[in-house]
């Protein structure tokens, strides 16, 4: 049975006081104030693929996350279960619509029709549920999406969305952004098309986003088989894409902005061996304790790289507005190729975490929040119904908001864009194969 919450109140379940950690524990970072709306309007959201509370927590005790630890100060943070199998598309995608896969329809990272002989990537015409950028957008509010999962082609909503495929194809040279228009048989990689220039053009600043150095130059003591260039990528892909929303953020100050940082995942399946104990990671390729130290730290340094990465993003927001950090999924030892020593198939790795502050977010007694969680929580504090097709709730640490509930935002859904393929497609999958991805489950 479904309940609408009376105003002030939130929909909850029996469970844990996980959400008063934060202020407990990290009450000496209180008081850090942001420039911006004091009046608590806007909304931040950063997607961290595959952060955990098993490395960020012990770096906050030691004051190495301020950013994050001010996020914890000022409001509540704790972990995020996630749903499985721990597939990054399909819980992203929860993320974004408050459904279970089985609603949004994407199942995994690719699929391969009957008959075809290559795989194809889900795409966001595949989604089967209305997102929230298309929610907010339809209800009057200005919207930024960057580099969220499963956003090309990108949908025309009310701001701008720089799809996903976008920064693979840049970083790797594929020239996705080159000339003035899109080339001949591809599809528009931004909406509006016309911000492939303005990101061209953001993407050509080589000034430095943090005073964080690449963890992995000049191989950093890490071992051979680490493939340490490759890991400098990520660092690269991260900043690109902080790089591209400061651009939509002082272009349009989007009412909600939704963000996604893809590095540590992709550095955690390489290097989360060295935080295991030597039994635990037995069968990890073989490296020296000095080489095990070194990765260990280029980790927790990459950690500290992104808590840098989100001060930024939460520059221009000020303290009543809302600003949410949230993750898919843990880590666990174990590998799928000879080069990945850190995994996330089974519950060790159930839980990613999330961090909120802003107006009405206060202490309180509830489960870790769910990764299907978050939009309503969302849509709840824009002011916006809950829709009773949703699988998530409104987050009991939500406190003093109405909360409105309608039957569903499917009744009337936007037209899918044309799929044309974007020139990124190859450059992606290549990616994803390197990760072992395409062992996983399209389960639902």
Request: with cysteine; proline share 8%.
């Given at each position: 049975m479904r309940i609408t919450?009376?105003?002030?109140?939130?929909?909850?379940r029996p469970g844990t006081a996980w959400a008063r950690l934060?202020?407990?524990?990290?009450?000496?970072?209180?008081?850090?104030?942001?420039?911006?709306?004091?009046?608590?309007k806007r909304v931040l959201l950063v997607g961290i693929d595959g952060a955990t509370l098993r490395v960020a927590?012990?770096?906050m005790e030691q004051g190495r996350l301020p950013h994050l630890s001010e996020l914890?100060?000022?409001?509540?943070?704790?972990?995020?279960?996630?749903?499985m199998p721990l597939v990054s598309p399909r819980i992203w995608n929860s993320i974004a619509t408050g459904k279970k896969p089985a609603k949004h329809g994407i199942l995994n990272f690719a699929y391969q029709a009957e008959g075809e002989k290559f795989r194809r990537l889900y795409l966001s015409s595949d989604r089967t549920a209305?997102?929230?950028?298309?929610?907010?957008?339809?209800?009057?509010?200005?919207?930024?999406?960057?580099?969220?999962?499963?956003?090309?082609?990108p949908e025309a909503i009310n701001g701008v969305v720089v799809s996903d495929h976008v920064v693979p194809s840049e970083i790797q040279g594929r020239k996705l952004l080159s000339g003035a228009e899109v080339p001949p048989g591809l599809g528009p990689v931004t909406y509006p098309a016309e911000w492939r220039e303005r990101v061209a053009e953001a993407l050509s600043d080589g000034a430095a986003l943090t005073g964080i150095d690449d963890p992995f130059a000049g191989a950093a003591g890490l071992p051979h088989w680490s493939e340490p260039q490759r890991l400098s990528t990520h660092y690269r892909v991260d900043q690109t894409v902080t790089r591209i929303a400061l651009a939509v953020e002082r272009e349009i100050a989007p009412d909600l902005l939704m963000v996604f940082l893809p590095g540590i995942?992709?550095?955690?399946?390489?290097?989360?061996?060295?935080?295991?104990?030597?039994?635990?990671?037995?069968k990890a390729p073989p490296w020296t304790p000095e080489e095990r130290q070194s990765a260990a730290l280029a980790l927790q340094r990459y950690y500290e790289f992104t808590d840098e990465l989100i001060g930024r993003l939460m520059e221009r927001y000020g303290d009543q507005d809302l600003v949410m950090v949230v993750s898919d999924h843990g880590f666990e030892s174990g590998s799928t190729l000879e080069n990945t020593t850190g995994i996330h198939v089974s519950s060790k790795a159930l839980h990613g975490l999330f961090f909120a502050r802003g107006r009405g977010i206060g202490p309180a007694t509830g489960p870790p929040v769910?990764?299907?969680?978050?939009?309503?929580?969302?849509l709840a504090w824009l002011g916006l119904a809950v829709a009773a097709d949703m699988d998530g709730v409104v987050a009991p640490f939500l406190n003093g908001i109405a909360v409105r509930e309608i039957a569903t935002y499917e009744a009337a859904p936007s037209a899918a864009p044309e799929s044309l393929p974007s020139g990124a497609e190859q450059e992606i999958l290549k990616q994803l194969e390197d990760l072992g991805y395409f062992e996983q489950s399209d389960g639902s």
């Open positions: 919450a009376r105003p002030g109140t939130a929909r909850a934060g202020l407990a524990i990290l009450a000496a970072w209180g008081g850090l104030a942001c420039g911006g709306d004091p009046g608590g927590r012990p770096l914890a100060a000022q409001g509540v943070f704790g972990p995020l279960r996630s749903q209305r997102a929230l950028w298309n929610i907010a957008s339809d209800a009057g509010l200005s919207v930024g999406v960057v580099n969220w999962w499963n956003t090309y082609p995942d992709r550095v955690s399946h390489v290097l989360w061996g060295a935080l295991e104990p030597e039994s635990v990671a037995s769910r990764v299907l969680d978050v939009t309503p929580t969302l």
